[in-house]
């Protein structure tokens, strides 16, 4: 009489919930997919990663004396599903009489597996995913009531809940919150630090050879290989990132540069979000550096509110309103999206930057996903569900749960403000002030119409004039309205002008 138990690919944590009670008898059961790897076309390179640290994970539970069944993509018979997967080995396997899987991140693929039971005529037992530091019980009992679900009287609680950066009741250094000290522009003096960026092993080789013949029109690129596929490897990249990257983390969070991915980001968010690192365990090695005197405190209170604020936070967003929320379209935005987001070919250097090196990495740092990408997508217009898809795809960190209200509401204002006070969005000034993009760009950052003038100008205030209906009420804008109010409307007009052609132009269907 054994269990079924089945562990995704970003299940690979050994203290997993559907692991905690495997016994001799239970089979463990891992699949590669074709399912996953299209139901949106992943990045190859988040593809190749994924699997290379399946693989590895299944190792690990040999290792641990667990019985594991393995279905490479390639292997005979492979169902293409994971539903399919379940039912092979249902039947395969004599006496497996449950099955027992650890919730997944999600909706789409909880909402299948909700109909298991019926399907496979077995108890199928979804537990909790006990790898966040807020269960969502919790989330959901703070959300209960609350006109607003601000992030920051969140982090807070969560702060005092694990006792991070506290001394007694009080926040360390007096204050919650010290993002106005990680707001500083990169001096041309100083360059981003070398980063640890493992070459692939020789399982990881086998699986990009693998996605290279099986994914070929996939966006992206294989290679430089930057990942790390293992557990070790994982801490590897977060001891180098906390012991020597770290302490820069704070001053420039902000900032970019160009042909710079990383800058002084951690390149953690791959592995903690398939399981390789623990959330809460990074965070307290973080906060040591600081009690050690070895990073400042402005780094070290950033760092960790990205974790277990931001992160614990948009996981309580998506299922407190899934599947609702994926379906919001607010400010109404309709436009397609531009073929340049798959090319990366456009003369707007920033763009360019940012969606190359998504491309070449499956990675851009936050403030090119908010401030470059995703505020070009909120400004233009662009369809939600189309952006969604596009941000589901491209990073190797990308899974639902944490894209989507990233995406939907902090980037594109689509949920009508549910997460973000208000819309994030930004002339070419904003990305002037924190990059060295502009210098090098086609366009003028500092004229506001014309052939030469930098979309982003033009593109912004089309946005705050189309949207003053929805936008005027809200007193966090009442500043760019008076702006809006005082601006001579032949100006404005040849703005909307330029902002409707460079769109038609930009969206149009590829010939
Ligand atoms: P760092 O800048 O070093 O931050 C440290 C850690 O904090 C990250 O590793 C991550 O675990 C966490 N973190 C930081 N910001 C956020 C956030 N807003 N939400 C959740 N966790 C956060 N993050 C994802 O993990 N997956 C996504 O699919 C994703 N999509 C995004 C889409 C948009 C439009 C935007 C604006 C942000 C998105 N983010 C996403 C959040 C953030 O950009 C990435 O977590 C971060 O860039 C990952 O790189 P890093 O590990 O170097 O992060
Ligand atoms: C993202 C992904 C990919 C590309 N492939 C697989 C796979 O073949 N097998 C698997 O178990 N998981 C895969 N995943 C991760 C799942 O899509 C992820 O578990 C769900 O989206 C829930 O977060
Ligand atoms: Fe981007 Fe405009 Fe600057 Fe060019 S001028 S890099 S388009 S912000």
């Known amino acids: 009489?054994?269990?079924?138990?089945?562990?995704?690919?970003?299940?690979?944590?050994?203290?997993?919930?559907?692991?905690?009670?495997?016994?001799?008898?239970?089979?463990?059961?891992?699949?590669?997919?074709?399912?996953?790897?299209?139901?949106?076309?992943?990045?190859?390179?988040?593809?190749?990663?994924?699997?290379?640290?399946?693989?590895?994970?299944?190792?690990?539970?040999?290792?641990?004396?667990?019985?594991?069944?393995?279905?490479?993509?390639?292997?005979?018979?492979?169902?293409?599903?994971?539903?399919?997967?379940?039912?092979?080995?249902?039947?395969?396997?004599?006496?497996?009489?449950?099955?027992?899987?650890?919730?997944?991140?999600?909706?789409?693929?909880?909402?299948?597996?909700?109909?298991?039971?019926?399907?496979?005529?077995?108890?199928?037992?979804?537990r909790d995913d006990t790898r966040f530091i807020v269960p969502l019980t919790e989330f959901l009992a703070w959300a209960k009531g609350r006109k607003q679900l601000r992030m920051e009287f969140f982090y807070r609680e969560v702060r005092r809940k694990t006792g991070l950066l506290m001394d007694g009741q009080e926040p360390a250094g007096g204050q919650w919150n010290f993002d106005h000290d990680n707001r500083k522009r990169l001096p041309k003096s100083l360059t981003p630090p070398p980063r640890l960026l493992p070459a692939p092993d020789a399982a990881t080789r086998e699986v990009i050879a693998l996605v290279a013949t099986r994914f070929p029109d996939h966006f992206g690129d294989l290679e430089p290989w930057v990942f790390a596929t293992t557990r070790s490897g994982a801490e590897a990249a977060r001891d180098h990132f906390i012991g020597e990257i770290l302490p820069g983390f704070g001053d420039w969070q902000d900032a970019m540069a160009q042909g710079e991915p990383w800058m002084w980001h951690s390149l953690l968010s791959i592995y903690i979000n398939c399981g390789l690192l623990d959330p809460l365990d990074v965070c307290r090695r973080a906060e040591a550096e600081w009690r050690a005197g070895r990073a400042p405190l402005n780094a070290v209170e950033g760092f960790i509110r990205q974790i277990i604020g931001w992160r614990e936070y948009v996981r309580g967003i998506y299922w407190l309103t899934m599947p609702?929320?994926?379906?919001?379209?607010?400010?109404?935005?309709?436009?397609?999206?531009?073929?340049?987001?798959?090319?990366?070919?456009?003369?707007?250097?920033?763009?360019?930057?940012?969606?190359?090196?998504?491309?070449?990495?499956?990675?851009?740092?936050?403030?090119?996903?908010?401030?470059?990408?995703g505020n070009f997508a909120l400004i233009a217009g662009l369809d939600p569900a189309m952006v969604n898809e596009w941000y589901l795809l491209v990073y190797a960190d990308a899974y639902e749960w944490v894209e989507?209200?990233?995406?939907?509401?902090?980037?594109?204002?689509?949920?009508?403000?549910?997460?973000?006070?208000?819309?994030?969005?930004a002339s070419g000034n904003y990305i002037n002030k924190m990059s060295d993009y502009c210098g090098d760009c086609a366009f003028d950052v500092s004229a506001k119409?014309?052939?030469?003038?930098?979309?982003?100008?033009?593109?912004?205030?089309?946005?705050?004039?189309?949207?003053?209906?929805?936008?005027?009420?809200?007193?966090?804008?009442?500043?760019?309205?008076?702006?809006?109010?005082?601006?001579?409307?032949?100006?404005?007009?040849?703005?909307?002008?330029?902002?409707?052609?460079?769109?038609?132009?930009?969206?149009?269907?590829?010939?």
């Open 324 to 373: 609702a929320y994926a379906d919001t379209n607010t400010l109404a935005a309709h436009r397609p999206l531009p073929d340049f987001y798959w090319t990366g070919e456009t003369d707007m250097r920033c763009m360019a930057d940012a969606i190359g090196q998504t491309k070449r990495h499956a990675y851009a740092h936050h403030i090119q996903r908010l401030m470059v990408t």
């Open 449 to 511: 119409t014309g052939p030469k003038a930098c979309p982003f100008n033009y593109l912004y205030w089309d946005f705050i004039a189309r949207n003053r209906d929805a936008l005027s009420g809200n007193p966090r804008m009442a500043l760019i309205y008076k702006a809006l109010g005082r601006l001579d409307p032949e100006a404005l007009s040849a703005m909307q002008a330029d902002a409707n052609a460079f769109l038609d132009r930009a969206c149009a269907p590829a010939s």
């Open 404 to 425: 989507l209200p990233n995406t939907h509401g902090m980037a594109l204002h689509a949920d009508g403000g549910l997460m973000a006070s208000k819309p994030y969005a």
């Open 1 to 126: 009489m054994g269990v079924l138990r089945l562990v995704l690919g970003d299940q690979l944590s050994p203290g997993l919930s559907s692991l905690s009670d495997a016994k001799a008898g239970d089979v463990i059961l891992m699949a590669e997919v074709a399912e996953e790897a299209t139901y949106v076309r992943h990045h190859k390179k988040k593809i190749a990663f994924l699997f290379a640290a399946m693989r590895h994970f299944s190792d690990e539970l040999r290792a641990g004396g667990h019985d594991v069944r393995y279905v490479k993509l390639d292997g005979a018979g492979n169902a293409g599903s994971l539903r399919g997967e379940v039912a092979r080995a249902l039947e395969d396997v004599p006496g497996l009489t449950r099955v027992v899987v650890t919730k997944p991140g999600e909706w789409r693929l909880l909402a299948d597996m909700e109909t298991w039971r019926d399907l496979f005529g077995v108890p199928v037992e979804l």
